[in-house]
């Protein structure tokens, strides 16, 4: 269980251009919740999850990981329990680098000098072969050769290789094309599925956030405005979620990328 | 036209010995600056350094000693230049710069206040293997053996090196460090690793290079990344693609090949004081000439434009 206990974050704080990102939150995030988080532009959506990763310290408030006060640990420490994608597919995988390579450091078996074993090799070609792309047979090219559906999809199955506490998708397939992504959403919802992921996904499509996971929340103003979950999200519709919003925030949802979609 | 040909191949056995002793710190800027993606400015006083406690070791009547010490003392400068640039938040350019300025002090202070150490008498692994060698047919060829030892070394270390996980995050580290975070890896901890790592190369070369030319200045190694830079640049054209060893004797390929034509420009009367013009121009153009390419279209397009205009 992922447990943020009143959290705060402010940029630039006492200058001209201090901005509130997240106030006094506070989550409960159970086992296998798979949420979806939908907000207006600036509602800290992604602030929440650069807390949850550790991209920063908070300023205040606590984060809990399983009983364990994680707060104060460092990014590349909570990456062991925190995996995470960005809407950037070529952020998540080092493009000068081989596929096997990649998949080696996210795999993170063995000492420091230990080298790609055969076994290794196998199981990265098992696990690509699940992605349907044909990737398996290319384990010792440059990733930068990839497209970016392709090294999405690599960059999923790096941060599930050792499957995480909690997985963040942050809006991961808003730069690919409509056919992909959906390639790279059926590929998400298996995966979470089988290894029985904690699960939190930013999304600006609406019917996305109320088709997948079991739990929707509403972001707004550093905070959050709305959390549904189980039957009471089955319910929702796309009127419900703006009417909502209207009601909870005072004004309309103003993503401007959602209403286009 | 023979005995043009019969001049150069005069020419080569002293650009093989100086390409393979400058091909250490063409490696070690593979490591560096292809690998992990830092321009590493403390190399010249890095390379002074190993030329120094190489001298001073040698001297004291440790021939196999000094290489130790020198390349130990190249780790302990490349710690001091990551630890500058991961920890206290300097810039990494500027924290080899300044590390290459406290090296000039500490390198004097090493020399024992002088600029200059003699080796002419004193036993290095080059004068222990030209008496091993005398008599056999190999007697001329002592230096080349040596550099060539310690260049196929390093290229079996680093091959081997690169391709375990500790090479591998080093080189992601160059190539995404968001991503070797993702991994749990500390890139600031890499970053060190391997900084120490191409400087204990740097000072071997260093120190192989003063004790074959029998004696250590201040000046030693005063624009050596600039050469080395060329030099690693030119053996990309030749083999920069493709697996990491094919990629390091392509470096090496680079420092040989550098020092063959600045020897036969020498050989043209060229004044040896042209060797860092020539390697800036070299790292000018190596740099220059793959961004032009990237940038033609747009440069023809701008043309198109221009001349479109004029004609209207």
């Known amino acids: 269980m992922l447990e943020l206990i009143g959290i705060s974050k402010t940029f630039n704080p006492g200058t001209l251009n201090q901005k509130v990102a997240i106030k006094d939150l506070s989550l409960k995030i159970n086992d296998g919740d798979f949420i979806t988080i939908i907000g207006s532009n600036g509602a800290g959506k992604s602030t929440l999850f650069n807390a949850i990763a550790g991209s920063f310290v908070t300023d205040s408030g606590r984060i809990v990981l399983d009983g364990k006060d994680i707060t104060m640990l460092s990014d590349h420490k909570r990456a062991r ?123 600006h499509n609406m019917h996305q956030a109320l088709d997948l996971g ?36 005072g004004k309309n949802l103003d993503n401007d990328r959602m209403l286009l979609s | 036209m023979p005995d043009f040909l019969a001049e150069l191949f005069k020419l080569a056995p002293g650009a093989l010995e100086l390409g393979l002793i400058n091909a250490l710190v063409v490696l070690a800027l593979f490591l560096s600056y292809t690998m992990l993606n830092v321009c590493d400015l403390s190399t010249d006083g890095c390379f002074t350094l190993g030329a120094a406690v190489g001298a001073m070791v040698a001297l004291s009547g440790h021939p196999f000693l000094s290489i130790i010490a020198a390349m130990a003392a190249g780790m302990l400068s490349g710690l001091v230049v990551s630890f500058l640039q991961t920890k206290m938040g300097i810039n990494s350019l500027l924290a080899g710069i300044i590390v290459n300025t406290g090296l000039y002090s500490v390198n004097i202070l090493i020399m024992k206040n002088s ?122 054209v030749f083999l920069g693609k493709g697996k990491v060893t094919r990629r390091a004797i392509g470096a090496v390929l680079g420092a040989v090949v550098f020092r063959f034509v600045y020897a036969v420009a020498l050989r043209f009367n060229m004044p040896a004081s042209m060797l860092k013009l020539v390697s800036a121009v070299i790292v000018i153009l190596a740099i220059f000439i793959p961004y032009a390419a990237s940038q033609s279209s747009q440069v023809k397009r701008r043309m198109e434009l221009k001349g479109g205009r004029k004609d209207a």
């Not at chain 1, 730069?175 to 089988?194: F, G, N, Q, S």
């Not at chain 1, 959050?224 to 009601?247: H, Q, V, W």
């Open chain 1, 214 to 249: 079991n739990r929707l929340i509403m972001m707004d103003g550093g905070n959050i405005i709305f959390d549904a979950a189980d039957e009471e999200k089955k319910a929702l519709t796309t009127e419900d979620l703006l009417r909502k919003f209207r009601e909870n925030a």
């Open chain 2, 115 to 236: 600029s200059l150490v003699n080796l002419n008498k004193t036993e290095t692994v080059f004068t222990l293997l030209k008496e091993k060698l005398k008599g056999t047919f190999l007697e001329g060829s002592y230096r080349i053996i040596i550099a060539s030892v310690f260049v196929i070394l390093v290229i079996l270390f680093l091959s081997f090196f690169l391709r375990t996980r500790l090479g591998l995050a080093i080189r992601a580290t160059g190539n995404n460090p968001a991503m070797v975070k993702a991994s749990s890896i500390n890139p600031a901890f890499t970053t060190i690793v391997g900084l120490c790592v191409a400087n204990a190369f740097t000072a071997l070369s260093g120190c192989l290079l003063a004790q074959n030319q029998k004696s250590a200045n201040i000046d030693i190694g005063n624009g050596m990344v600039t050469v080395a830079l060329a030099s690693l640049l030119i053996g990309n």
């Open chain 1, 81 to 203: 329990y925190i995996g995470r994608l960005f809407q950037d597919p070529m952020l998540g995988s080092a493009p000068g680098m081989s596929i096997e390579e990649n998949l080696t450091l996210a795999a993170g078996k063995g000492g420091w000098f230990s080298r790609i074993t055969k076994a290794e090799r196998k199981a990265f070609k098992e696990k690509l072969s699940l992605l349907g792309m044909g990737l398996e047979d290319r384990l010792e090219q440059p990733v930068g050769l990839l497209s970016g559906g392709q090294r999405q999809a690599l960059t999923l199955l790096m941060a599930t290789y050792n499957p995480p506490k909690v997985l963040l998708l942050d809006e991961h397939t808003a730069a690919l094309d409509p056919a992909t992504a959906d390639k790279v959403i059926e590929l998400t919802k298996r995966i979470v599925e089988e290894n029985h992921l904690t699960c939190l996904m930013i999304t």
